[in-house]
């Protein structure tokens, strides 16, 4: 359905249901209202954006026990319908979440506004002066699963960085993302800019997501973040430009210059510090040489921190705890206390088995050999590459942007942690003084 339609009754002939025709309305006044939004923060003063960012900040900190309130009925329900555990530790807040949510708010006020840079100006020799300016990407629709920090994450990058937020969170988020946003709104009025600026799809109904995939006179980009699923069927359905987060099947490798200690304390930390979160190792690739050496003393620590460990036979033949690995296990992200391992030879077959089953998300390498570690780092093909460091860093408060819209695994237009700086495009200035071509 185009969103012309979506704007009035549907024709006869038109592919909404009759029983939909309330639901395309109110799709559509969301769209206009996020357009007329966009114009204003574009304009709004950086001053105005971070005391919209704090006075939400003191909200979520005064709505704490409303938001934890609100998250746990949205907990109970999604244990009862069976959710997994990976699942429901990604829906669960408590008093530390919460008061990061606060903090991660904070900290993005604090950045320098991404909006007015002049990121390059010259003249040429007919007196035109040209610069390079950043401006807002307009208005961002934002797709998301059971994580309810993301709506606070989202709301306040797309703030930052002058762009009106369409928020879509999993159902089973549906309440605890509704306390939050009610806060960032606070925080909005509060600051004297439009409420609009950050709004979510009023129901957990999954066409409302079809909806907003084709709402392209309203939506100028859509960001997905969650599981194979969900991303295939935005980019199967989507009419506007997507910026994919999509799975995150990391690997970290242990080369054979590696120390053993803290290649056992990277691995553990990677996979099990938290297992449902999209930077954890899934696979754990191992250097022929220091298989006898390394292997055993990791297995045994991931196994003795409640890892179960699948292999092939020569890492099963270090551990009998270890069970067979098929070819589907280094293609899966677990989400949980899971991992794959693999034996190989040498830094190019690593490089090789990453560029070929990985995600294109994190992947990390232990080594104390230098040039081998810059061989990884420039010939692995994802978005975030790392030396002798956990893959859990794979995190935009971690690299010091406040907080992140996702981990963008393609290559157009932002790649890594998406933060305020990447939420904006460019447009060009140009400067005469009478000049015209001949």
Not at 35 to 49: F, I, N
Not at 142 to 153: F, G, H, K, L, Q
Not at 262 to 282: L, P
Not at 400 to 419: C, Q
Request: aromatic share 4%; net charge negative.
């Amino acid at each position: 359905m185009t969103v012309a339609q979506s704007t009035a009754a549907p024709d006869a002939g038109s592919n909404v249901r009759p029983t939909d025709t309330n639901l395309c309305r109110q799709m559509a006044d969301l769209g206009r209202a996020a357009r007329s939004a966009a114009h204003e923060l574009a304009l709004a003063a950086p001053e105005a954006k971070s005391r919209a960012l704090k006075a939400a900040a003191q909200a979520i900190r005064q709505s704490r026990d409303k938001i934890l309130e609100a998250n746990g009925r949205d907990v109970e329900a999604a244990r009862a319908k069976g959710l997994s555990a990976a699942l429901l530790d990604r829906l669960e807040l408590d008093a530390g979440r919460s008061e990061a949510m606060a903090a991660g708010l904070e900290a993005i006020a604090e950045f320098p506004d991404p909006v007015g840079r002049v990121m390059a100006e010259w003249d040429r020799p007919n007196g035109l002066k040209i610069a390079r300016v950043s401006v807002p990407l307009g208005v961002i629709g934002i797709i998301y699963e059971s994580r309810p920090n993301v709506t606070a994450d989202a709301g306040g990058l797309c703030l930052k960085a002058g762009n009106a937020a369409i928020l879509r969170g999993g159902s089973e988020s549906f309440h605890s993302s509704g306390a939050i946003l009610d806060c960032l709104r606070q925080g909005l009025a509060e600051a004297g800019l439009p409420e609009a600026a950050i709004q979510r799809v009023p129901t957990t109904d999954r066409t409302a997501v079809g909806l907003l995939l084709t709402m392209n006179d309203y939506v100028d980009v859509i960001v997905p973040r969650g599981g194979r699923g969900l991303i295939e069927r935005v980019f199967a359905e989507s009419r506007i430009p997507v910026l994919a987060h999509l799975e995150g099947i990391c690997h970290t490798y242990i080369d054979r210059s590696a120390d053993l200690e803290m290649a056992r304390e990277i691995v553990v930390n990677a996979k099990m510090r938290r297992t449902g979160i999209c930077g954890a190792t899934e696979t754990l690739l191992v250097d022929r040489p220091v298989v006898k050496s390394h292997l055993p003393a990791i297995l045994n620590a991931l196994i003795a921190a409640g890892c179960a460990v699948r292999g092939g036979a020569d890492t099963r033949a270090l551990d009998e705890r270890v069970t067979p690995a098929s070819e589907e296990d280094w293609v899966t992200e677990y989400l949980a206390p899971v991992i794959s391992v693999k034996v190989l030879d040498g830094v190019d077959e690593a490089i090789g088995h990453i560029n070929r089953y990985g995600s294109h998300h994190t992947e990390a390498i232990v080594a104390e050999d230098a040039a081998a570690a810059e061989r990884f780092l420039a010939r692995v093909d994802s978005g975030i590459v790392m030396h002798n460091a956990s893959t859990q860093f794979a995190d935009g408060g971690e690299f010091g942007m406040g907080a992140e819209i996702g981990i963008s695994t393609g290559k157009l237009h932002a790649r890594g942690p998406v933060g305020a700086e990447q939420l904006t495009s460019i447009k060009y200035v140009v400067r005469g003084q009478g000049q015209v071509r001949p």
